[in-house]
């Protein structure tokens, strides 16, 4: 593939080393051409020296022929406008960009961009890794407002079934692990002690879950 | 009629002073405290220190009931992120936004935002009026001369 990353911080530096070894076709943009000095010398791409927001600069990386665009700066505005001048200008198929405020990754993200917020990743991975004995939290990426939660079975659902915790259009069990199988789970499955479950919830109903199934967040 | 405008530049502090004579209720949200404060001395509860892009602070501003939003910062993503979030996320009806690079301008209406304005081009739209004039008196001059 064709992929041109803006901003050669640390995440666009090693993206570019990590798909240029695959052997993609790399050309990376930034402001301040001594950024560069953190490609490796086997680095192969191209590095060109320039605001990415332009679209002369962008077309000099070769926007009109690429496949994919990642705007990865340290500013999130620059990130957004370069991200919709790749894909509204060059017609880009694939671009993605970094977000680092949340809120706002939020809205761009519903105004149609592909948008990576690593502040909300990395909160949940690090919630994850103190919590991971009560139960699991993944953010949805594909829709905001939804969330992953796997948790093993709460005492007191034994015998219940999945159809009593569920609730249309907020809470769903849509996977259940129960000795070493997985399965996806009709509405009049039996729960038992010792499953693992996950269920897709949207966020503002996380109380009620802890509520309906008994689960200490 | 409510306005916000986002960038307490020269633009943004003489705007607001005209806007705030002739009667406008306007916020001005400028990012820069040292600004903030030497704007704070004259126009009080109209300006805001904070990020004219940050949607908590917009939401505060009132963005909800504003009529327009212009965006003059010295940086055209910024003003282009204020006026969407404007437009999409608080249905402001117009939105206008300053373009730094004149050849933003453009891509700046293509991507919603409903006027842009470029003090190079406006500058250099005169200067072509005032060379095409004076090459125009030039021209005549020479034609009397040889008359």
New interface residues.
């Given amino acids: 593939m064709k992929i041109v990353i803006m901003g050669c911080g640390r995440v666009g530096v090693l993206l570019a080393r990590i798909l240029d070894s695959e052997g993609h076709k790399v050309a990376v943009i930034d402001r301040d051409s001594q950024a560069f000095g953190g490609l490796c010398e086997e680095f192969q791409g191209r590095m060109i020296a320039g605001n990415g927001i332009d679209a002369d600069v962008q077309r000099e990386a070769g926007m009109a022929e690429a496949d994919a665009f990642v705007a990865a700066t340290r500013d999130d505005n620059t990130n957004i406008m370069a991200a919709q001048v790749a894909k509204e200008i060059f017609g880009v198929f694939k671009v993605i960009a970094r977000i680092y405020d949340s809120e706002r990754e939020h809205i761009f993200h519903e105004l149609g961009l592909k948008t990576i917020c690593p502040v909300t990743v990395g909160a949940f991975q690090i919630r994850n890794a103190i919590l991971a004995d009560t139960l699991r939290r993944i953010p949805l990426e594909a829709a905001n407002n939804l969330e992953l939660i796997e948790t093993a079975l709460p005492e007191g659902l034994d015998g219940k079934k999945v159809r009593d915790i569920q609730s249309p259009g907020e809470i769903r069990v849509v996977a259940l692990e129960r000795e070493g199988l997985s399965i996806i789970p009709g509405g009049d499955t039996l729960l038992k002690s010792g499953d693992t479950i996950t269920i897709v919830i949207s966020r503002d109903v996380m109380p009620r879950l802890q509520a309906l199934i008994g689960i200490k967040a | 009629m409510y306005v916000i405008l986002v960038g307490g530049g020269k633009v943004g502090y003489y705007l607001t002073k005209t806007l705030l004579s002739e009667g406008f209720e306007v916020t001005l949200i400028e990012k820069e405290r040292t600004i903030f404060e030497k704007l704070f001395q004259e126009f009080k509860d109209s300006v805001v220190l904070g990020d004219g ?4 602070l917009l939401h505060n501003s009132g963005a909800g009931r504003a009529d327009l939003l212009v965006s003059i910062t010295g ?4 003003n ?2 204020a006026c ?2 404007a437009k ?2 608080f249905g402001v009806a117009h939105t206008i936004a300053r373009v730094n ?1 004149p ?2 301008e453009d ?1 700046l209406r ?2 919603g935002v409903d006027t842009t304005l470029s003090s190079t081009r406006i500058i250099f739209n005169l200067i072509e009026q005032e060379v095409a004039a004076q090459v125009g008196r030039l021209q005549e001059a020479a034609a009397r001369s040889r008359e």
């Fill in positions: 892009t940050d949607i908590r940086h055209d993503q910024d282009l992120v969407q979030l999409r996320k690079n050849k933003n891509i293509r991507l």
